[in-house]
């Protein structure tokens, strides 16, 4: 997915797409923590409690 400094095209279109790309990438990324974040949440809230003893 990443690429060293030394292999990266050297046309700016290229590079320009590869841009966009990553930002797609990371939007959809933090997108996915997100839902993560909020499934953890109700999960948290919807707990049966626990019996002690």
Same mark, same amino acid.
């Given at each position: 997915?990443? $690429? @060293?400094?030394? =292999?990266?095209?050297?046309?700016?279109? =290229?590079?320009?797409?590869?841009?966009?790309?990553? $930002?797609?990438?990371?939007?959809?990324?933090?997108? =996915?923590?997100?839902? @993560?974040?909020?499934?953890? =949440?109700?999960? $948290? $809230?919807? @707990?049966?409690?626990? @019996?002690?003893?």
């Amino acid at each position: 997915m990443s $690429k @060293r400094y030394d =292999e990266l095209p050297d046309d700016v279109e =290229e590079l320009e797409k590869m841009q966009s790309d990553l $930002k797609a990438q990371v939007r959809k990324l933090q997108l =996915e923590i997100d839902v @993560r974040q909020a499934m953890l =949440e109700i999960l $948290k $809230k919807t @707990r049966a409690p626990t @019996r002690n003893g």
